[in-house]
């Protein structure tokens, strides 16, 4: 892209800070040429952020200088790995600018598994847990627990077009509390459907409401700085493959220590206890962040989480942020404006079409020009055959896709409570009994390493399925 291309001569003029970014460029140039080289256009960062090569050849030095063994004994392989897992723990404390003294950080395989950690162990009876329509699947299973155990389970909704929380709701609901039980409050820091931020103030308010806060930030760490020492959520969920790429199958739970105490592990495995007993039944469960980690850790691969988390400093986030803020921007701007010769817009977006509050992921559905909705599917085949990878379907996140695609309840209860769907039921057999409607919507999303041209691709490919 040359600096006298029109489109960018405008995108700069609308965007004007965009070139304070360009230590990106570079990174890309070198760091990710991959990509180039491939002639991918990533889109998919809300799916899973890109790892930078140095990241690579560093773990792989570290681990082709050194000899690890399993940790937690004493000799000198056990040691040497043990040191390199709690020095991992004491940076992602410190990357999230947490007290050590006030949270800890669990080691899990994935975000989902740090929601299920606080989901099993969590005192539901005679609680409540508050939650979100928008939220990830992970978050929303936790109410089976909630379930399970007596809780009452309560939804707070989003409303269209932008996807937000009606705050008179939420401050009902908190206001609610459960007098004999603990309270639970859950929802996305990001959305992972529309991008939306959810404000981070809701945090003291559910707090000055007695209820316990589960903040999933799996999609807001990785284009946004979550400072832990100027907001105190109970417990932080994340998967650090989608800040950085690398390594895959790890995440963590970041917990307030006095929230912590008050969860209570439904049972006990290696690692995760002082003692255990055969003949005296009995088990003592180890202190802090090694009571919720099962049996041997992923030793080798958490040091690649410093590696990356430095890479993200190395950048910084201001950066990243502006970076997102600016092609995402873009991208709004030009695909909301696309209209058929019939004068329809080509695209419907989900959530907000400016880029207050909300970070770098558009979700959206296409339409021909007789304002036919082009069904999901046969985008992504489209956008596969132009090598862009993005994501379609509902992205785990079942309730901001009904609100986004005005499915019903009613609709809902009529497929559900049908005979042959008592057990199981496809993708496809769930689109037709909502009678045809549109089952998913198309995400594209900007993460830390998108450029002007992935954009201008995706525009490029955008606007030929205009008629
Ligand atoms: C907001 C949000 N929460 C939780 C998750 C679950 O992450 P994982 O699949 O890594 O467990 C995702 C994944 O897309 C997400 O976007």
Redesign the pocket.
């Known amino acids: 892209m040359t600096q006298t291309d029109p489109d960018f001569v405008a995108f700069l003029r609308a965007y004007p800070t965009y070139p304070t970014t360009r230590i990106i460029d570079d990174l890309r140039a070198t760091e990710y040429a991959r990509l180039d080289i491939g002639g991918h256009i990533y889109l998919d960062y ?2 899973g952020g890109l790892y930078a090569e140095s990241q690579l050849h560093r773990h792989n030095r570290l681990l082709a200088e050194h000899v690890f063994g399993n940790p937690h004994s004493s000799n000198p392989t056990s040691q040497a790995a043990t040191q390199l897992v709690e020095h991992a723990r004491e940076y992602v404390l410190k990357f999230f600018n947490a007290d050590p003294d006030e949270y800890l950080a669990i080691f899990t ?7 299920k950690l606080v989901g099993e162990s969590y005192p539901f009876p005679k609680g409540r847990y508050l939650l979100t329509f928008d ?5 929303n299973g936790i109410r089976e627990f909630a379930h399970a155990r007596g809780a009452e389970v309560m939804y707070i909704p989003i409303a269209l077009p932008d996807m937000r929380v009606d705050a008179s709701n939420l401050d009902r609901e908190l206001a609610r509390p459960s007098k004999d039980g603990h309270n639970l409050f859950a929802y ?1 820091a ?3 459907f529309s991008s939306v931020k959810h404000p981070l103030e809701w945090i003291e308010k559910a707090h000055e409401n007695g209820w316990d806060v589960l903040l ?5 760490v990785p284009t946004n700085k979550l400072d832990l020492s100027v907001v105190k959520p109970d417990f932080v ?1 994340i ?1 650090f ?2 800040m950085f790429g690398y390594p895959t199958g790890l ?1 963590a739970l970041i917990a307030r220590r006095q929230a912590l105490a008050k969860l209570h592990r439904p049972w006990f495995a290696g690692g995760t206890i002082t003692v255990a007993s055969v003949q005296g039944e009995k088990y003592y469960m180890a202190d802090g962040a090694h009571a919720f980690e099962d049996g041997t850790i992923d030793y080798l691969n958490i040091p690649a989480i410093e590696i990356g988390l430095k890479h993200i400093e190395s950048i910084g986030y201001d950066v990243i942020q502006e970076r997102v803020h600016s092609l995402a921007g873009w991208l709004l701007d030009k695909l909301t404006s696309m209209k058929h010769s019939s004068g329809t817009h080509l695209a419907r977006v989900y959530g907000p079409t400016t880029t207050q509050d909300r970070g770098g992921a558009v979700a959206a559905n296409f339409y021909d020009k007789e304002g036919k909705a082009i069904d999901h599917r046969f985008i992504e085949e489209r956008a596969n055959e132009a090598n862009i990878s993005l994501r379609t379907g509902c ?3 079942p309730g901001a896709g009904e609100v986004a695609l005005g499915i019903s309840r009613v609709e809902l209860d009529v497929c559900f409570t049908s005979p042959d769907h008592e057990d199981r039921l496809s993708v496809d057999d769930f689109r037709l009994c909502i009678d045809g409607k549109s089952s998913g919507a198309v995400r594209i999303s900007v993460g830390m390493v998108t450029n002007f041209n992935d954009i201008q691709e995706f525009l490029a490919f955008a606007r030929g399925l205009l008629t």
């Not at 939220?135 to 978050?139: A, F, I, K, R, T």
């Open positions: 809300t799916g395989p994935n975000a989902s598994g740090a929601l939220n990830h699947n992970s978050v996305p990001q959305s992972n999933d930030a799996a999609a807001f969920t998967s493959y989608k995440g992205f785990c996140n």
